[in-house]
């Protein structure tokens, strides 16, 4: 059922048009991995998408632009708010129940991290925000849901 499960960044500087040219060079490398997603996107052949987001607006017209740009099937839109992660993992389980066998899903996560790690950034400095992003993305890499889970009540 579930073909391919990715996470992408939102920020609306990504989109063509957006931002200067000189914005757009901090985010070569960021433009470079939602290519190599879209390819992977592309490679499983999804009959349907799963996005989840914090943001109605950005939140899913970004990855679904870099992503699955020309995409036919079905999407099925999760606006997230601030319920616990645990809520939202226990939300996912049931939704998983509901998929129906013999289609082809693509889960997308769309989210940025802490947001907090430079002082003119759009939340400022927290010195926790560099250590969520380090824990989160360790314990995405060796898939520790529970550690994943908890990041919250750490941070």
């Not at 607006?57 to 999760?78: Q, R």
């Not at 939340?123 to 993305?137: A, E, Q, R, V």
Request: hydrophobic share 35%; net charge negative; glycine share 8%.
């Amino acid at each position: 059922m579930i073909n391919c499960a990715l996470i992408s960044p939102h920020p609306p500087l990504l989109l063509p048009g957006v931002g200067s040219p000189k914005e757009k060079e901090a985010v070569t490398q960021t433009l470079d991995s939602l290519q190599q997603l879209s390819q992977d996107f592309k490679a499983v052949s999804p009959e349907r998408i799963v996005i989840a987001a914090p943001h109605p607006d950005w939140g899913f017209n970004v990855p679904l632009h870099f992503i699955a740009k020309g995409f036919k099937g079905e999407i099925d839109y999760l606006l997230t708010g601030t319920n616990t992660p645990q809520s939202y993992f226990e939300k996912g389980k049931e939704f998983y129940k509901e998929m129906d066998p013999k289609t082809k899903y693509a889960l997308i996560a769309s989210g940025d991290l802490s947001h907090c790690l430079k002082e003119d950034g759009p939340y400022g400095f927290n010195p926790d925000g560099p250590k969520f992003d380090k824990s989160l993305i360790n314990h995405l890499k060796k898939k520790e849901v529970k550690n994943i889970l908890n990041l919250e009540e750490m941070f």
